[in-house]
């Protein structure tokens, strides 16, 4: 089969000739229709940290059951399926607290074993969900994603009624503004230096989108108060030390983006003069899962205008390479089967 594999640094290459996988009893073997290109695939390939070389990378996709294993039940062939890519261990104390992406032991499709930019993967069945009718392979593909900006905001201190800042508005940031609106911010500001990720912002529902040198103009409208509540989508220093600058004496830091490298933090002292809480979160359970499912199929989320375009594998390491480079309007990029 065909498949996207990782070497390393800014090495990646599709291979045609690997070997479709074997299903254990408890696994069943989906043939992928859509995979996105997440910013962590694309940050590996900058750094080659964070995802393992050796495999094939992908965790957010749809596709659709083929092949069963022997123990498994409550599946059939031809569902349509999407996977939370995740594999908490289950033993440790976090998994055994309902806090299985703290897991001590995480692991991940597509990030530690081969991953879902193939044209098959075989997954565990307790990983897998049914999508409904009413949500496409397209949109399925970006449940993975959007179950990020939604733990995340759960495991916040956002309270109805906050008014938020949130710094970035790449697929996260754009999720996390529709998550927001739902769960009921009062005015959402986003800085974000590309307009057209700034106009999508507004049409995702922010109120107002600033280039990042105006970001003072949101303590203009707010009264000189700050936000109650930063979301920081990009995680770099830029927007840590911006976060801390604009956020209300007393408010709340939650940072979402991940920096890998070593930084020096300018007017750390701020974090104690003016009492405000930082939370880092990552992943997502799930239960998240679930409702982001159910969100998607009951509430009017805009998911399909993030998907910016769809390429084929063989357009991959070309791809990567203009995603890494440039500063690019490219919000998500799905890659058919
Ligand atoms: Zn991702
Ligand atoms: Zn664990």
Known sequence: MKGVYFNGKKDILVKTDLPKPNIKDDEVLVKVKYCGICGS????YKTGVLETPGIIIGHEFSGEIIELGENVRGWKIGDQVTVNPSLPCEECYWCLHSK???CKWLSALGTTYDGAMAEFINVKSQRLFK?????SYKEAALLEPFCVALYAVEDSHFKIGDSVAVLGAGSIGLFTIQVLKLAGASEIFVIEPVESKRKLALEMGAD????PKKSSKINRLTKKIGPD???DCVGNPNTIMNAMQLVKRGGFITIIGI?????EMKGFMSLVLKSVSMKGVFGYTQDIWQKAIKLLEKKNLNLKNLITNTISIEEVPEYFEFLANSEHEDIKVLVEF
């Open 41 to 44: 695939d694309i940050e590996s």
């Open 100 to 102: 299985e992406n703290m």
């Open 131 to 135: 999508i409904p009718d009413s949500i």
């Open 208 to 211: 107002n989108a600033f280039l």
């Open 229 to 231: 509540h930063i979301f």
């Open 259 to 263: 920096y890998p490298e070593a930084f």
